[in-house]
């Protein structure tokens, strides 16, 4: 029997933890070695919940992801609480912090991304260029950065108990940046009932997802939801106070506009960076993140690929091949890791079936392009949910686009927005605030591609009084997605329930749905409760 294929894993997040579990029967069959390198010493977990994990919604059992001890039973070797610090591509080896070297054929990276650290007087900011890298290796190497006492962000565990103990004394936090991340902590840290304030630059929050009468009415829900927003106030520096202990902790948020906002908890919440220092030690091209081609594969060396937060992929053509920057960068979503994830396990169990001497199919489909990602709010009593380009206005110039329609209804006082833009009738962006079944049928109509009624206005009675949602029968049609990170179904989660999974926790762990984003884990508790009342009525 041929060798089995030796994979190396760099990173156990929500991505990895994806691609271990498609590649289990293979390395079960013995056609692949896999070894897993994760940083964490706990269990893959879901980082998009670790918002909720900070104020105390929920605990880490329910955040778990991975299945460390099916792997292990399968045959892989998982490394829990281990840093690879270097990828020796003569050797043909991943050093890991533990001394540890593990010989490899290919090398998969999914190290994901880390928190931006801003530019603010008195936070440093370690650079992480080439020189930087090659000379403080062992402090930036699979770190975040060192923040002060009192600063953190929200990428994992530890950041999220530094919260969660803030939330829980009632104290006073500021959260710097209002992207959806950062709203979502802060309207659930307010809910349960601490002080929160939420800092941007920008005049309106989720600047990327929203337009201003969007973001307006958003801006209007925060401050009535208990969040303090001060916006077009650009950090500038922090300042600290001196414990009776002798340490020094934040207490001031300095703003370029001479605003001081006092705090117990800055929580930066400032964008991420993908983690691509190990492949930049390696001699990898990196750009924004690290650099691969629609085959996931690294555009310097064919024995590595990149998947998930940290992966960029660019075709490598003569003319990008010549150019400093490329253009894109990684989604810095789930939905799509975990695409590339299942495609690449699913690509290296045809290299290691082919080294077997077993017929393997040439012709794999290709990875295929993603669309625009559905961006969801999820937060007490506060819907967003947002979709392409929504920039464009009901009077814009038709004669620059004359298939493109715009239709807008603005309900300030009750905290309502619509927004949809359309080429030919078919709806290809829209923005949607405190309407949630508007945003769930547009959601429907966006991913099947459909047209939307002439009349726009029909579409305004899906969050009308009258409105009984048992009576749509499209939304609950079975080819219907639910979970557009996993591709779940109607029909799939009624399926899972049928086969005794009556939660959403128990649905998820059959179907996958609602492990993702969460975003739609309250469409799941629907479809459950349609099918237990049908169950009902059949045995009555």
Known sequence: MTAPLRIVLIGYGLVGARFVEELLPDVAAGRIALTVVGGEPVESYNRVLVAEYAVGNTDLDAMLVGDRAAAESAGARVLLGVAATAIDRDARVVRCSNGDELPYDRVVLATGARANTPTLDAVDRPRRDPDSLRKHAATLVARDDALPEGITALRDLDDARRVLAAVRGRRRIVVLGAGVLGLELALAAAHA???????????????????????????????????????????????????????????????????????????????????????????LRTATGVVVGPDLRSWTDPDVYAIGDCAQVVERTPETAGRRDLPGAPSGLVAPGWRQASWLAAALA?????????????????????????????AEHVDVVAVGDVS???????????????????????????????????????????????????????????????????????????????????????????????????????????????TVECVGRDTRAGTGCGGCRGRIAEILARAAEADGALTA
């Open 392 to 502: 464009p206005d009901p009077w814009d110039d038709d004669a620059l686009s004359p298939r493109r329609r715009v239709a807008q209804w603005a309900d300030p006082e009750h905290l309502r927005y619509v927004k949809m833009v359309t080429e030919g009738g078919v709806l290809t962006g829209f923005a949607c605030v405190g309407m949630p079944r508007t945003a769930a049928e547009l959601t429907l109509l966006y991913d099947r591609g459909g047209e939307l009624p002439a009349d726009r206005s029909l579409l305004l009675r899906f969050d009308g009084p009258d409105d009984d949602p048992a009576a749509d029968a499209d939304a609950f049609a079975p080819d219907a997605t639910v979970c557009w990170c996993n591709g779940v179904t109607v029909a799939a989660i009624e399926a899972s329930h049928a086969c005794g999974n009556a």
């Open 350 to 378: 045809d290299v290691a079936a082919r080294a077997d001497g077993d017929p393997v199919s040439d012709s794999r489909p290709a990875l295929p392009a993603e669309r625009d990602a559905i961006v969801m709010l999820k």
């Open 193 to 283: 009932g601490a002080q929160v304030c939420v800092v941007h630059h920008g005049p309106i929050p989720m600047p990327r997802n929203l337009d201003r009468g969007g973001g307006h009415v958003l801006r209007s829900a925060l401050r009535r939801a208990g969040v303090t927003v001060v916006a077009h106030s650009r950090a500038e520096a922090v300042g600290y106070r001196t414990e009776p202990d002798g340490t020094r902790r934040f207490d001031l948020l300095v703003t370029a506009d001479g605003k001081q906002l006092r705090g117990d908890l800055l929580v930066l919440s400032c964008g991420v960076s993908p983690r691509n220092e190990l492949a930049t030690l390696a001699g």
